[in-house]
């Protein structure tokens, strides 16, 4: 009996060697969810003992690479770009991406290959000649795979560091309404052409969301300005007043003040006051308020 199978397995061995790369990948991958616990568990104790997992628990880890294992194989037989893309994406964004990092994660899939071949190798030792495609099918499955993986988690870290940025610019530049159609703007650090663009931004949607009509910019904080800079300051205060709103800039520096004048800048369009305090009390007489001393207040003034 045990001869018969062999000739059958050895006839069935043969035929492959006019099969397609397809009907290989159909094989091998049959061979993987056949040895799928035995091959996993490997799996998870080389990524163990390489310590590419230390921030999951084996609960965790266990859990993560069932999932991970299925999806790699389903991956492999799909063999279409979209489907080692969808893997990728998935592993990149999934419970892995947020414990390790870009090489660590590629160390991972790199060592799931190397167990999977390595069964494929015993499996298939006794004929060369199909060991030798099956192996070759295999290697060009998992390196798209590999390849898909890297790039998907640098895409995913890029795209995480974007959002970080993007929060931090939106805390740099902070609109606030103090009351009705006042806003201010105060901002500090270094200002470069790129800053300098999304303070606009927010400056203009802050005006159109809240129907402002005054908007004071506060630049105390800011230590210098290029001419480049202070070309986009002016183009902002002019770029509000087409939306109906004024703007007040205070707490210029003597070296700012310096540069729109070399620079050549029409001061008539742009309304300066010394600080911040000055500022505000300016854009609330335009607004027409006005400050009312209650009747304690007056009492104590009187009693000085």
């Known amino acids: 009996m045990a001869q018969a199978n062999a ?6 061995l043969t035929q492959t060697r006019t099969e397609p790369a397809s009907l290989l990948i159909r094989e091998l991958v049959a061979h993987l969810r ?10 998870v104790r080389r990524v163990t003992e390489a310590r590419l997992l230390t ?3 084996e609960s965790e880890s266990m859990t993560n690479s069932a999932i991970i294992y299925d999806q790699y ?3 492999l037989e799909a063999g279409s770009r979209d489907a080692v893309h969808e893997f990728a994406r998935t592993l990149a964004t999934g419970v892995i991406a947020q414990e390790v990092e870009t090489d660590k994660a590629l160390g991972i899939i790199l060592l799931m290959g190397d167990v999977s071949r390595r069964s494929l190798r015993t499996k298939y030792q006794s004929n060369v000649s199909l060991m030798n495609r099956i192996l070759d099918a295999f290697d060009e499955a998992t390196n798209r795979v590999s390849i898909a993986v ?3 988690f640098v895409e995913q870290r890029e795209r995480t560091i974007r959002e970080q940025q993007e929060v931090l610019q939106e805390l740099s530049t902070p609109v606030l309404q103090v009351r009705d159609r006042l806003l201010i703007l105060p901002i500090s650090g270094v200002i470069d052409p790129l800053r300098a663009r999304r303070i606009t931004e927010h400056i203009l949607r802050a005006i159109r969301s809240t129907r402002a009509k005054v908007i004071v910019i506060d630049i105390t904080g800011v230590a210098a300005m290029d001419t480049g800079v202070a070309n ?4 902002t205060v ?15 520096s003597p070296e700012i003040a310096q540069t729109l004048v070399r620079i050549g800048v029409d001061l008539t369009k742009m309304n300066t006051v010394g600080d911040l305090q000055g500022g505000i009390e300016q854009a609330e007489r335009y607004l027409g308020y006005s400050v009312v001393m209650t009747t304690e207040l007056q009492m104590e003034a009187n009693a000085r």
Not at 7 to 12: K, S
Not at 232 to 235: N, P
Not at 239 to 245: E, H, K, T, V
């Open 34 to 43: 056949e040895h799928r616990v035995e091959l996993r568990e490997e799996w």
């Open 55 to 57: 921030a999951l628990s």
């Open 7 to 12: 000739r059958g397995e050895n006839t069935r």
């Open 73 to 75: 194989v389903d991956a």
């Open 150 to 152: 890297a790039v998907g």
């Open 232 to 235: 986009h300051l002016v183009q």
């Open 238 to 252: 002019e770029a509000s007043r087409l939306l109906g709103a004024s703007v007040i800039v205070t707490g210029l």
